[in-house]
């Protein structure tokens, strides 16, 4: 069965620093790997994506992720954190043939200013 | 913003009783999936709808049905709510031919007392 983990619950910042998110996956096949973050009281907007191709996927709002199919991870980075990151980021893999995403559990971001 | 809708808001019933909720994607976005997020969870998939037809259903009794209509809105009904129905409501739509691209709307937050 696929199945992604998102070892933290919380993750604490402060701002400018670089900032990590960890996820590690479990699929059968090549993996579609993908990053959401969800605001308050809103629904989930897509960050970035892996398919197939270069191991370090950059995406919106200065975020980026690398894939490392040895470790079985998806980290989301960002080299220097801001305030208005803070939110809460779901990590998620596509069921090969289908639409079906599984979620991770989500990891909430808090950047201290 | 992704261009998709969903009404309402909020939603408040009670144990036992039946509710809709929409969803309106954008123009061409043939396909469409549903999703649940309970508290502190991530998002688990409901079903998929493709050109009106349920097209994949995740792990949610029968009481959970959808319709899908040809101008591009969807509809979730829950029949003999119980608490644990209680949650947030995605849905999410894309085009036929870009499997990796899902557009979630903001969601509609149901509560059964």
């Known amino acids: 069965a696929q199945s992604v983990a998102q070892p933290e619950d919380q993750v604490n910042v402060a701002e400018g620093n670089p900032l990590t998110v960890k996820c590690t996956y479990s699929?059968?096949?090549?993996?579609?790997l993908f990053w959401y973050v969800q605001y308050p009281n809103r629904g989930l907007q897509f960050l970035l994506k892996?398919?197939?191709?270069?191991?370090l996927v950059k995406g919106s709002y200065g975020f980026e992720a690398e894939f490392n199919k040895s470790q079985t991870s998806f980290h989301l980075k960002k080299p220097s954190a801001l305030v208005s990151d803070s939110a809460l980021y779901f990590c998620?893999?596509?069921?090969?043939?289908?639409?079906?995403?599984?979620f991770g559990t989500g990891t909430r971001l808090q950047v201290f200013p | 913003e992704t261009g998709v809708t969903q009404s309402p808001t909020h939603l408040i019933k009670t144990r036992g009783q039946q509710v809709t909720l929409r969803c309106s994607s954008q123009?061409?976005?043939?396909?469409v999936s549903w999703y649940q997020q309970a508290l502190g969870q991530g998002p688990q998939f409901i079903f998929q709808?493709?050109?009106?037809?349920?097209?994949g259903r995740g792990n949610f009794p029968p009481r959970f049905s959808g319709l899908q209509f040809p101008n591009y809105s969807s509809e979730l009904n829950v029949n003999a709510l119980e608490l644990d129905d209680s949650a947030l409501y995605l849905c999410?739509?894309?085009?036929?031919?870009?499997?990796?691209?899902?557009?979630f709307g903001p969601g509609t937050r149901l509560t059964v007392l």
């Open positions: 999410a739509s894309r085009d036929r031919l870009q499997y990796n691209e899902q557009f």
């Open positions: 699929v059968s096949g090549n993996p579609y």
């Open positions: 892996y398919i197939t191709g270069d191991n």
């Open positions: 998620a893999v596509r069921v090969t043939g289908t639409d079906k995403l599984i």
């Open positions: 123009s061409g976005h043939n396909t």
């Open positions: 709808y493709y050109r009106e037809e349920e097209n």
